[in-house]
């Protein structure tokens, strides 16, 4: 709805140079185009608006007034203002693009200022840029050089402080305008052409539309009308397609005075009055367009449709309070009434050109005053800014000597960390070795050696090889799983079995035993350290069961308890009693250790105890 309403206000008008000379000037009596292209961004932001369905509700019905009435459609912003003084600073923008669409370029002033006001009490930057612009495109139509390049240049400085292209754009065909009133084409050309590639860059049909009429009055300039022409007929064709019927009108009037300037005056007029009838439709204040007409009906000596068209310049003139043009149209009508030697009408012509002209001095002299005192301003703002500068240097200082800090103490921390982990990866290793020690204890070894070798003296080949072969399997699975991180609880239980049936078969069978598993575990995919259930098998068999004379009985109960798998380890034995060793640590705390290296709170899971003449050790690992 709102891109309507922009494509709607949005426009550039290049005016021609008064009198019946008609050489192109740039002045544009629309330049809102990319204002109000760029005003879609205070939309875009729940907390710059009051809310999103009353923004739908407000673009709405502004579009539908603007589209009757530009006049009627500043009373209804004015009145959305007293409702929602939260949100003044947008109003007071959108007031000031209709203000400038209407060529009351005082009241849009004084809008724009009330507007950036605000926005700098609430440090809004993007916003501040925008009315920048809103007050430097005022001024210049009043002809206040100084002043609007003032205005845009701090837009465009602010427009890359924060990296906002579409204000950067404004900035640039802004600066492009004073150029060119300054007589600077190709300097003007320069500025325009950095704007149209941003607009190319950012596929912003209006934006581009709006270069390529501004290109068009340039190279008219630089005596180049052809390829003013071919300009003017690409804006016209873009504006074409998005329905905008402004900027049409602008391209019939450059079109209308470039024929004129080439002698085809019927083709100008007919473009001219193309024009008018499209902003008496829109009901604009735009002088221009019945400057341009008079001033060709002036070439061909129709003087009285001349005079008609240069009355209707002056009212309209009166309107938007646009002395400049004023004064020109007084002076195509006193050309005329001298060529015609009407000399009592002649004087009348004079007197109000002369009261015209000193008006202008008047105001030019307040600009001037104006321009002094802003300034006087600016040079404060600039000590000002030293200041800033000055501390912003301090503090990048006392930044970057924190930040050095945060450095120093972030490699510490990274080395002491990487020192840990080196720490805990040799504690492993070490681990890992008094493992296969205490599974490989010489003890069992030799004595397992002693049992199979019993075998073979009794002459029993079939237990010597059985026996044999799962000794053998087991010394492998040792030395195969004791450097693995994980193993399946399937290959753990192998390997545990195997020892086991190995420790049976040592010693000749005094015990039996059995493994429990829930039915919920799948033992092919649980993973866990290897050899962690071994230990506590080894000390039930070596000190409880194998000092039984028989009915020695040992259960393993294996059971899943939410996201934890639990192991429990019961015999029947004469109980557990530590034994004192000073050259290796006892194979419960090498068990407590490496618990403590996978989870602290898994090994706050472990107990041992001894009840009704069992003794139990449990555990639980996280899965």
Not at 280 to 296: D, H, R
Not at 418 to 431: D, Y
Not at 472 to 477: D, G, H, M
């Amino acid at each position: 709805m709102m891109r309507t309403l922009l494509n709607l206000l949005s426009s550039y008008l290049l005016r021609p140079k008064y009198g019946f000379g008609l050489n192109l000037t740039f002045v544009k009596t629309n330049p809102i185009p990319h204002l109000l292209v760029l005003s879609i961004l205070f939309f875009l932001s729940p907390a710059a608006i009051w809310g999103q369905k009353r923004v739908d509700e407000f673009r709405k019905e502004m579009k539908s007034i603007a589209q009757a009435d530009t006049k009627k459609a500043i009373a209804f912003a004015k009145d959305r203002l007293s409702a929602n003084p939260d949100y003044a600073e947008d109003i007071y923008y959108e007031m000031g693009l209709l203000e400038i669409s209407n060529h009351n370029y005082h009241e849009a002033i004084s809008s724009f200022e009330q507007a950036k006001l605000l926005c700098e009490k609430k440090e809004l930057p993007d916003k501040i840029a925008l009315n920048l612009l809103g007050l430097g495109e005022a001024h210049a139509y009043l002809n206040h050089k100084n002043l609007a390049m003032t205005h845009m240049t701090d837009a465009l400085s602010i427009s890359k402080k924060i990296k906002n292209k579409e204000v950067e754009a404004k900035s640039y065909i802004n600066i492009g305008l004073i150029y060119f009133k300054l007589g600077s084409y190709r300097k003007a050309a320069d500025f325009v052409s950095k704007s149209g590639k941003i607009h190319e860059n950012l596929r912003d049909s209006v934006g581009i539309a709006n270069v390529y009429n501004d290109l068009a009055v340039i190279y008219r300039r630089l005596n180049r009308p052809d390829s003013a022409k071919i300009f003017i007929n690409k804006a016209i064709d873009i504006n074409l397609s998005i329905g905008d019927p402004l900027p049409i009108a602008i391209g019939y009037s450059n079109l209308g005075t470039i024929n004129g300037l080439q002698g085809q005056y019927m083709k100008a007029i007919g473009y001219f009055k193309k024009a008018i009838a499209i902003h008496q439709q829109l009901k604009t204040n735009n002088p221009l367009p019945y400057i341009s007409l008079a001033s060709t009906y002036g070439k061909i000596r129709n003087d009285e449709e001349a005079i008609k068209y240069y009355k209707k310049a002056i009212e309209l003139a009166k309107i938007s309070g646009a002395l400049e043009l004023e004064e020109h149209a007084y002076t195509g009508l006193l050309k005329i009434f001298l060529y015609r030697k009407e000399y009592p009408k002649s004087i009348n012509y004079q007197q109000k050109i002369d009261s015209i002209s000193k008006l202008r001095k008047r105001k030019n002299n307040i600009e001037k005053l104006a321009l002094v005192n802003t300034q006087y301003e600016l040079k404060q703002k600039d000590d000002l800014l030293l200041q800033k500068l000055a501390v912003s240097q301090r503090n990048k200082l006392i930044f970057g000597g924190l930040s050095l800090l945060f450095l120093l103490f972030g490699l510490y921390m990274m080395q002491r960390i990487r020192n840990t982990k080196l720490k805990n990866e040799q504690e492993k290793l070490i681990l890992e070795q008094r493992i296969l020690n205490s599974q490989m204890n010489p003890h069992f070894v030799y004595n397992t050696l002693s049992a199979i070798q019993s075998t073979l003296l009794k002459n029993d080949p079939l237990a010597s090889a059985d026996s044999l072969s799962r000794f053998a399997k087991l010394i492998r699975q040792n030395f195969e799983f004791v450097n693995k991180a994980k193993i399946t609880l399937e290959e753990d239980l192998d390997v545990l079995r195997n020892y086991i049936d190995t420790q049976r078969f040592r010693l000749n069978y005094l015990f039996d035993y059995e493994i429990n598993i829930d039915p919920d575990i799948d033992t092919e995919a649980v993973e866990i350290p290897p050899l962690l259930l071994q230990p506590f098998v080894e000390n039930a068999i070596e000190h409880g069961l194998k000092h039984l004379p028989n009915n020695g009985f040992l259960t393993i109960n294996i059971k899943k308890k939410k996201e934890k798998i639990c192991f429990q380890i019961i015999d029947n034995g004469i109980g557990l009693h530590q034994k004192e060793n000073d050259d290796k640590l006892h194979s419960l705390e090498v068990f407590k250790k490496r618990i403590s290296l996978i989870s602290r709170d898994d090994l706050k899971s472990f107990s041992l105890s001894r009840q009704s003449g069992k003794t139990t050790a449990q555990f639980c690992l996280s899965l």
